[in-house]
C-alpha cells in the first residue's frame, strides 16, 4: 500500500514541478522546430522564381503544341465525318480505326511530353533545395533549432518559429550578389 502512495506521490511531484521548470528556463530557450513554408521560398526567391520559369516556359509551349495538334485532330475527325455518306462501310471503318491509332499515339507522346515536364519541374525544385540548404542550415543553427518542418505539414503553430521570410531575404542576397 504504501508503494502505491509512493509512487502517487513521486508522479505528482514530478507533473507539478515540470510546468515550473518550463516556465523559468523555457522563454529564454530557442525553438528546437522551425517551420518553412517550401513553395514560397521557391517561388519568392530570385533563384527559385527563374528556375519556375524556365519550366513555365516549357509548360506554355506544351500547351500551345497541344492546342495546336487539338485544332488539327478535331479538323481531320470532321472531314472524316463528311466523307462518311461517300464512303463504303469498310473503307470508313479503316479511315476511323486509323484515325483512332493516330489519336492515341498523338496523347501518349503528349503524356510522354508532360510527365517530362513534370520530371524537369521536380529536378529544378530539387536542386534548388540543395542550392539553399547551406543557407537554411546555417539558419537552424543560428537559432539552435534541431529540425525544420515544411510548415503545410503542421497544424499550428506560433509565427516565431516560421524562417521563410529570413530564409528567401537570405537566399535573395546571396543569388544578387552573384
Same mark, same amino acid.
Given at each position: 500500500m504504501w %508503494?502505491?502512495?509512493?509512487?502517487?506521490?513521486?508522479?505528482g511531484l514530478s507533473l507539478s514541478a515540470h510546468p515550473l521548470i518550463a516556465q523559468d528556463v523555457g522563454l529564454n530557450l530557442p525553438p528546437p522546430i522551425l517551420t518553412i513554408d517550401q513553395d514560397r521560398l521557391f517561388?519568392?526567391?530570385?533563384?527559385? @522564381?527563374? @528556375?519556375?520559369?524556365a519550366i513555365e516556359a516549357e509548360v506554355e509551349t506544351l500547351a500551345a503544341e497541344n492546342a495546336r495538334i487539338e485544332g488539327a485532330l478535331i479538323a481531320r475527325e470532321q472531314?472524316?465525318?463528311?466523307? %462518311?455518306?461517300?464512303?463504303?462501310?469498310?473503307?470508313? %471503318?479503316a479511315l476511323a480505326d486509323a484515325f483512332d491509332?493516330?489519336?492515341?499515339? &498523338? %496523347?501518349?507522346?503528349?503524356?510522354?511530353?508532360?510527365?517530362e515536364v513534370n520530371r524537369l519541374r521536380e529536378l529544378a525544385r530539387q536542386e534548388f533545395f540543395n542550392d539553399v540548404a547551406g543557407i537554411? @542550415?546555417?539558419?537552424?543553427?543560428?537559432?539552435?533549432a534541431?529540425?525544420?518542418?515544411?510548415r503545410r505539414d503542421v497544424f499550428l503553430s506560433a509565427d516565431r518559429i516560421? &524562417?521563410?521570410d529570413e530564409a528567401i531575404a537570405r537566399v535573395n542576397a546571396v543569388s544578387d550578389s552573384e
Amino acid at each position: 500500500m504504501w %508503494r502505491g502512495v509512493g509512487l502517487w506521490l513521486v508522479m505528482g511531484l514530478s507533473l507539478s514541478a515540470h510546468p515550473l521548470i518550463a516556465q523559468d528556463v523555457g522563454l529564454n530557450l530557442p525553438p528546437p522546430i522551425l517551420t518553412i513554408d517550401q513553395d514560397r521560398l521557391f517561388q519568392e526567391t530570385g533563384l527559385g @522564381s527563374r @528556375s519556375a520559369g524556365a519550366i513555365e516556359a516549357e509548360v506554355e509551349t506544351l500547351a500551345a503544341e497541344n492546342a495546336r495538334i487539338e485544332g488539327a485532330l478535331i479538323a481531320r475527325e470532321q472531314e472524316l465525318t463528311e466523307r %462518311r455518306a461517300t464512303l463504303q462501310p469498310e473503307e470508313f %471503318r479503316a479511315l476511323a480505326d486509323a484515325f483512332d491509332a493516330d489519336v492515341q499515339r &498523338i %496523347r501518349e507522346a503528349q503524356d510522354e511530353k508532360a510527365r517530362e515536364v513534370n520530371r524537369l519541374r521536380e529536378l529544378a525544385r530539387q536542386e534548388f533545395f540543395n542550392d539553399v540548404a547551406g543557407i537554411i @542550415s546555417d539558419i537552424v543553427r543560428e537559432r539552435g533549432a534541431l529540425v525544420v518542418l515544411d510548415r503545410r505539414d503542421v497544424f499550428l503553430s506560433a509565427d516565431r518559429i516560421d &524562417i521563410t521570410d529570413e530564409a528567401i531575404a537570405r537566399v535573395n542576397a546571396v543569388s544578387d550578389s552573384e
